[in-house]
Every structure is written in C-alpha cells, then in structure tokens.
C-alpha cells in the first residue's frame, strides 16, 4: 500500500498540480428553442410574439413628432449647407493648385 501511495505521490510531482478542466457553460441567448411543427404554424407563433412587443412599445405623441421632424430637418438643412460650403472651398483650392477649371 506504501508502494502505491509512493508511486502516485511521484508521478503527481512530475506532472505538477492537477487543474480541472474548465468546461463552457452554454451561452443564453434569450431565445426559446424554435418549436417544430408546420410553417404555417411557426409563421403564426411568430407575428404573435411581434404582435405582443409592439404592445409594450411606448409611441410619440403627435407633438412629439412634430417637434423631432422639424429638428431633423432643420439639422438636415443646416449640414447640407456645410458640406456645400466645405465643397465651394476645396473645389477653388484644387483648381488654384491644378489651374484647370471646372464649371
């Protein structure tokens, strides 16, 4: 018995302390295991669940909207005339440096 225990403590010496092995967990996704059965049926489960979450979602009032498209606008309004700007300013620097111009 002696002899066993010698021979196990020098073979656990020569290959260094034992680690366990790290398993992965399996990753949640929040999805539920897509349920078999016909298209139809999976199609109909489906437009359900969409059904259910746009319920939960919480729409703009008209004002709301009203006051986002106009500053969407306004903001569209005032990058275009930025980028026509950057445009106008490049455009006379590269017919300075070319001295080729282009309507």
Known sequence: MAKQAA???????RSGPRVPMLQKKPVDTGRKAEPK???YTRLLGYLKYVRSELRKVIWPKRDEMIQSTIIVIITLFVLSLYIMGLDAVFAG???????VNRG
């Open 93 to 99: 620097l590269i017919n300075l440096i070319t001295g």
């Open 37 to 39: 059965g016909p298209i």
């Open 7 to 13: 021979k196990a403590a020098k073979k656990s010496a």
